[in-house]
Structure formats: C-alpha cells, structure tokens
C-alpha cells in the first residue's frame, strides 16, 4: 500500500528536517529494546540512529526498492550490521515475522496512510506482550517545512485512539520539536 501524500524529497534536506537524536531520546529508543521493526525506512534517516542504540536486529521496511537498496548501502558503509531491510507492503503481507516477536514497532511520519489502524493492527500483532509501538507525526498545530497535507494529518489523541481499538494502550505523548510529536503505545497482555 502506497501512503497518500508520501513523496520523499531530496536526502540531505529530509534529514535536516529532524532533531533525530532527540525523537529518539524522547521516545526512550535505547538496549532495553532488543528486536524491533520499522515501518517505511526511507532513506535510512531513522534505522541507522535505531539499529545502533538497540541490541538485536532492526527489521526494516519500505515499498520503494529504491529506499530499501539506499538504507542497506548507508548500514554497510557505516558497518552496521543488525539492519535487515526489504521491500515489502505490510498492510497487505504483514511483516513475515512471527506474532508477539519484537519489543517494539516504529510507525514514523506513516499513519497518515487511507486506514491507519491497519498499520497499527499489523504493529500489535507483532509486538510482545508489553511491548510499544512508537509513532511520530508532522504537527497540525504549525507550518512546517514538509509532511502531508494538514487534513490528512494525524493528531496525538487520534493515533491514541487508533491504537486503543486494536488493544494498545496509551503511555505518553511527547513534543519533538521543532515539527513532530511522538506518542507511545503499549501492547496490552
């Protein structure tokens, strides 16, 4: 599936975009994670950041072959080496990983996609007991430089929601300035 209002532009301009370190910081991505999926890995701007502070492998996603072959290439001339990337639509084939096997999901400037909580099911699915699913989104509340039309934007309490209807349990939200937020999701029992 296609995400609506999607189109990447130029690598160096997307990454100047994020405070990375502090998204990652704010949504406490460290070793107490050891697997953990990404969906749509872009250019790489997240999984290299990820696979390097988590202790197991990252499983990285994207429906363009050309992010994925871009994310593989930047994880090999950096020598990481726990990033598993491949071009797959995880809406329509889930992540061909066992039910309840990582410790945490990463829905990052996606759930602004036609039906977001079939992105959040697959995440639940997928995720342990206890585990979070983590989202970013481009702010409705300010201009900002890039993201998808303001009317298709996701706000905090809808991905609350979203993720309340397929059994997962809000932890917190949490500003990333300057032009995300975060919300973390638990995976109930």
């Not at 934007?153 to 929601?161: L, M, N």
Request: proline letters at 7%; one cysteine or more; aromatic letters at 6%.
């Amino acid at each position: 599936m296609k995400v609506r209002d999607s189109g990447m532009p130029e690598q160096n301009y997307w990454e100047s975009l994020f405070d990375i370190a502090g998204i990652l910081n704010g949504l406490e991505i460290n070793q107490e994670i050891a697997d953990a999926v990404e969906v749509g890995c872009g250019y790489g701007t997240f999984t290299l950041p990820v696979a390097r502070r988590i202790r197991g492998t990252l499983h990285s996603f994207d429906i363009e072959a050309d992010m994925v072959a871009t994310t593989l290439a930047r994880a090999r001339d950096s020598g990481v080496l726990n990033v598993r990337a491949a071009v797959r639509d995880v809406v329509a084939s889930g992540f061909d990983l066992p039910p309840d096997s990582v410790d945490a999901v990463l829905l990052f400037n996606i759930l602004h996609a036609e039906n977001p909580t079939q992105l959040l099911q697959a995440a639940a699915t997928v995720v342990r007991p206890h585990g979070r699913v983590l989202a970013i989104h481009w702010r409705s509340d300010l201009e900002t430089p890039r993201g998808p039309d303001l009317s298709i934007r996701p706000r905090p309490e809808q991905i609350v929601t979203w993720g309340c209807s397929v059994g997962l349990a809000p932890e917190k939200n949490v500003l990333l300035p300057p032009w995300h937020f975060g919300v973390v999701l638990r995976r109930r029992k």
